[in-house]
C-alpha cells in the first residue's frame, strides 16, 4: 500500500465493451465449437500446442 | 439407438445449445429485438422438433410423457446409456 501510494500507481479499471448481435454459426456448428458467436470464439490450445509452436 | 433417432437428438441438442447462448446473450442486452427474434424462432423449432422426437421414439420430458397412451418415461435410456 505504501508502495503504491509512494508511485501514485492508478487502481485497476477494467473495461468489457458492449457485444452487438451480427450473426451467428449454425446450431450444429455452434455447439461443436462451444458458442454461438463467432466473435466470441477463441479456442484454447494447451501448452504441448505452445511447444511446437 | 438408431441413426435417424440420433441424428435428431442431436440437432435437438444443438438447437437447446444456441436457445441458452442467446439466452445468456439477451440477459445482458434485453431490448435487441432481432435477438429475441431468434431467441422465438430456435425455441419454436426446438419444441417442435422435441414434441416431434416425443412421437417418434418416447418422452425427453416427463411432460411429453403425458402424451403417451401409458406412462413411457422410464421405458427410455438415461442419458449415459446413450451412445453418440
Request: charged residues 25%; proline residues 7%; aromatic residues 14%.
Amino acid at each position: 500500500m505504501e508502495e503504491m501510494m509512494q508511485v501514485r500507481l492508478r487502481l485497476a479499471q477494467a473495461y468489457v465493451p458492449v457485444q452487438v448481435y451480427m450473426q451467428r454459426w449454425d446450431p450444429m456448428k455452434a455447439l461443436s465449437l462451444g458458442t454461438i458467436f463467432p466473435e466470441l470464439y477463441r479456442p484454447y490450445y494447451g501448452r504441448e500446442h505452445e511447444r511446437r509452436g | 439407438m438408431y441413426r435417424d433417432q440420433l441424428d435428431m437428438l442431436k440437432n435437438l441438442q444443438a438447437l437447446e445449445f444456441t436457445a441458452v447462448d442467446l439466452n445468456l446473450y439477451l440477459d445482458t442486452h434485453p431490448t435487441d429485438q432481432r435477438a429475441f427474434q431468434d431467441f422465438q424462432n430456435i425455441v419454436q423449432q426446438m419444441e417442435s422438433l422435441r414434441q416431434n422426437y416425443a412421437r417418434c421414439y418416447g418422452p425427453l420430458i416427463p411432460s411429453d410423457a403425458a402424451h403417451h397412451a401409458t406412462w413411457r418415461w422410464t421405458e427410455e435410456p438415461w442419458p449415459w446409456e446413450i451412445e453418440y
